[in-house]
């Protein structure tokens, strides 16, 4: 990067986003990188979350030294899916890594990238600057609770994001909750993928699974749980 470059990275993480992906965010994505408030983001599925919460690890992790951004899934293989996204982008820019393994990213500058299983034994006797629950509602109650005071002492900042489930829990909640103090975000589908995919999709599934799934809508608690749809969302990373 020349100086002035990279003087507007340090300033706009949409910098980072385009360098380490070499593609132009959609304009949610946009908004999501230059906002700088707790955020909370409903989705649907294949939006580029994943690329986008791994451009805002990045920003943390090379812009502010010694910093930690903890991100916390369901299972160790869907936080790591998400801390792929920072690898790859972290290679793209021709940042060396100290320390590369697929759970756990650290920088020269004494940055870390940490990746966990949603646990809550597992998030225990961490801290983290920057903080990130990804599909959110479907980490267990407990580990939420456990990760929530990570950012206590370092006064960090908590992203929240996922794909509804039923209309109870955390991330329900937090969504419910409009307080002013964050920024919330409604993203479904329709924002990014073609009205082609998404009527094939429609049509192969319930219409209760396509509004899940799709439009953001949460679920009755309890309704349709074992769906073909929401099994193979527990088995397999989201390519987001």
């Keep these: 990067m020349t100086l002035i470059r990279d003087l507007r990275a340090i300033l706009d993480p949409v910098m980072v986003f385009r360098q380490a992906f070499a593609v132009e965010p959609y304009q949610w994505q946009l908004d999501y990188l230059r906002e700088t408030r707790p955020m909370v983001v409903l989705k649907g599925r294949q939006i580029g979350a994943s690329f986008a919460g791994g451009a805002l690890a990045i920003h943390q992790a090379i812009y502010k030294p010694r910093s930690i951004t903890v991100i916390i899934s369901r299972s160790q293989k869907h936080s790591t899916w998400l801390a792929a996204r920072s690898r790859d982008g972290l290679k793209a820019l021709g940042v060396p890594l100290l320390e590369n393994t ?7 500058n004494g940055s870390y990238i940490i990746s966990l299983p949603g ?38 900042r908590l992203i929240v ?19 002013p ?29 396509y509004a899940t799934e799709y439009d953001c809508q949460f679920g009755r608690a309890g309704a349709t749980l074992f769906t073909a749809a929401r099994v193979a969302r527990l088995m397999l990373p989201d390519d987001e």
């Design 161 to 179: 994001q996922s794909t509804p489930d039923a209309e109870s829990g955390y991330f329900w909640e937090t969504v419910n909750r409009r307080d």
């Design 102 to 108: 697929a759970s756990r990213l650290r920088l020269a």
């Design 181 to 209: 103090g964050w920024a919330h975000f409604n993203i479904p589908s329709s924002t990014v993928l073609s009205a082609k995919f998404l009527a094939e999709e429609r049509d192969s599934m319930t219409a209760d699974e």
């Design 119 to 156: 646990t809550p034994g597992s998030v225990r006797s961490f801290s983290a600057d920057l903080l990130i629950l990804d599909e959110a509602a479907y980490i267990n109650p407990l580990t939420i609770t456990a990760a929530r005071p990570l950012i206590a002492a370092t006064g960090g």
